[in-house]
């Protein structure tokens, strides 16, 4: 087994990049070193490329080695890197493990096995010949809406029997699942990271005790995402939730409105980045309903002093009240049964 050290558990919010392509659809390297250097001046504790965010599936091997890469080469040991390192068999993903490390990534993220439904031992099997041959720490990544999922005995199992497994990206947005990962794991061990990727319950997964999230909001409005952080970590919490609702307003709409992660990348146009197309095609429809979401995200970003209001203006939203927050905060505390 290789030998392990772990300088610290990952802590705050890791941006998962999106991929900013040229006309040609190929890599923009000079945008994408733009765009590390604009998160990290705005507060992004980590960067984490090749996530689902960095549509990581749509890149070949070869493309997903210069993407971390150029980010590891533009970061500089700035802040650290979690580097996406789902390859579709184990054999491929521990070579990227081997690649990354080299390039002095802090730690790896890698997706339950994907396509094949696979059950509790599999997935146990999977992560553990993975660890065993790792020389970078691992970050298991369980999104059960497209890969096999990751229970609790599992990652438990995993944090006791692999040194190399030192955290878990969470994107199922459950927080009792994440309560009950906690409880199970960090008695045993402290040094185990937590990290939620569902952006529109960061506050509750902060207040139960995780360590930070992985939040493709982070990626548009970073600004937001670290005072959320920072409120939460000081003990703001009603500062906390109102940065949360905004977020939330903002997320939805990028979400919702049309193919994951057209909205993000409409939305990083906006901040002044040229992000390509993506590699999906798409319909005549869908280049219209784009064009209409782009107004819906420039009337949002310019509340919140982002950017210019759209000709013809927008439509306020009247702002939450005192009362209305504090309500919220009760709700929350209430079910989280404290």
Not at 5 to 18: A, D, E, M, Q, Y
Request: glycine fraction near 8%.
């Amino acid at each position: 087994m290789p030998e392990t050290t772990h300088p610290s558990v990952l802590k705050g919010i890791f941006t998962p990049n999106l991929t900013l392509l040229d006309s040609r659809g190929d890599i923009n390297e000079r945008e994408m070193r733009r765009y590390v250097d604009w998160l990290i001046e705005r507060g992004v504790h980590g960067l984490y490329p090749n996530g689902s965010t960095g549509e990581f599936t749509r890149f070949n091997p070869q493309e997903r080695r210069r993407i971390i890469e150029i980010v590891a080469d533009q970061t500089a040991g700035r802040v650290p890197i979690l580097a996406g390192a789902a390859e579709a068999n184990v054999r491929e993903t521990i070579e990227a493990c081997e690649h990354y490390h080299t390039l002095g990534c802090r730690a790896v993220a890698i997706v339950s096995p994907f396509y094949y439904r696979l059950g509790p031992e599999a997935v146990y099997a999977y992560f553990k010949e993975i660890a065993d041959h790792s020389p970078i720490d691992v970050t298991l990544y369980n999104i059960p809406l497209f890969a096999s999922p990751i229970d609790v005995p599992t990652v438990k199992r995993l944090a006791l029997e692999c040194p190399r497994v030192t955290g878990i990206k969470d994107s199922s947005g459950d927080v009792s699942h994440m309560l009950r990962m906690i409880d199970a794991v960090r008695p045993h061990r402290p040094d185990f990271s937590f990290l939620t990727g569902w952006d529109t319950a960061l506050v509750p997964m902060l207040l139960i005790g995780c360590d930070g999230g992985t939040n493709a909001s982070s990626g548009i409005v970073p600004e937001i995402t670290r005072k959320l952080y920072d409120t939460m970590s000081a003990g703001r919490l009603n500062e906390a939730l109102d940065l949360q609702l905004r977020l939330l307003r903002l997320f939805d709409v990028m979400l919702y409105s049309s193919e994951f992660p057209d909205g993000f990348r409409a939305a990083l146009q906006l901040r002044g980045f040229q992000t390509g197309t993506g590699r999906q095609p798409k319909s005549q429809v869908q280049h219209e309903q784009l064009e209409k979401l782009t107004g819906q995200l420039q009337c949002i970003l310019s509340q919140e002093g982002f950017t210019d209001q759209p000709i013809g203006g927008c439509q306020q939203a009247a702002p939450m009240t005192a009362s209305q927050i504090e309500r919220i905060v009760q709700d929350v505390l209430k079910q989280l049964g404290t």
